[in-house]
T-cell receptor, first 111, second 115 residues
């Protein structure tokens, strides 16, 4: 059974820091992995989607990597800003119609 | 391009009642999925509809049911509401269901409170 874990559960950093969010999954047989952002009480916004054949994806200050063999993905945020404060969720697609989500990392960037 | 819209935004119901939540998918998207997100948790998959047929279901009882219409909008119906059904219900649409090659686009959700 696929399980997705995100560490840390919460993170507070000063503005301008580069930071790394971690996501691990127990079954390496995935088709893709997607990173989302969720603001309080809101829906999810897709940030990056990495196909199983890819190693990383980049969008602006965000870079996500995928290592299927070790069951890990990282989301790197460069030069963090207060507007980056949100919960970040990773989800894996295992070919069974559904994404399996982690419980998220709550990020707070202090001005 | 119009995004995914959900209604209502908030809802309060009493245990035992029935509720219908609505979702309009993003233009050009033929696949709709519903997720339940309890407070402090990641979303849990309820079911998925593709071209008006349910083609995938998570571990939810039959009192959770759905519909997809020819315009690809969708409804989630929950009968005999229980206190544990209190959650944020998220609708997501995508261009295709196959292997998740297309990113999911989520609406802002409906916050359901069961008292």
């Amino acid at each position: 059974k696929q399980e997705v874990t995100q560490i840390p559960a919460a993170l507070s950093v000063p503005e301008g820091e580069n930071l790394v969010l971690n996501c691990s999954f127990t079954d390496s047989a995935i088709y893709n992995l997607q990173w989302f952002r969720q603001d309080p009480g809101k829906g999810l916004t897709s940030l990056l989607l990495i196909q199983s054949s890819q190693r990383e994806q980049t969008s602006g200050r965000l870079n996500a990597s995928l290592d299927k063999s070790s069951g890990r993905s990282t989301l790197y945020i460069a030069a963090s800003q207060p507007g980056d404060s949100a919960t970040y969720l990773c989800a894996v697609w295992a070919g069974t119609y559904k994404y399996i989500f982690g419980t998220g990392t709550r990020l707070k960037v202090l001005a | 391009e119009t995004g995914v819209t959900q209604s209502p935004t908030h809802l309060i119901k009493t245990r035992g009642q029935q509720v219908t939540l609505r979702c309009s998918s993003q233009s050009g998207h033929n696949t709709v999925s519903w997720y339940q997100q309890a407070l402090g948790q990641g979303p849990q998959f309820i079911f998925q509809y593709y071209r008006e047929e349910e083609n995938g279901r998570g571990n939810f009882p039959p009192r959770f049911s759905g519909l997809q219409f020819p315009n690809y909008s969708s409804e989630l119906n929950v009968n005999a509401l229980e206190l544990d059904d209190s959650a944020l219900y998220l609708c997501a649409s995508s261009v295709s269901w196959d292997r998740g090659n297309s990113p999911l686009h989520f609406g802002n959700g409906t916050r359901l409170t069961v008292t």
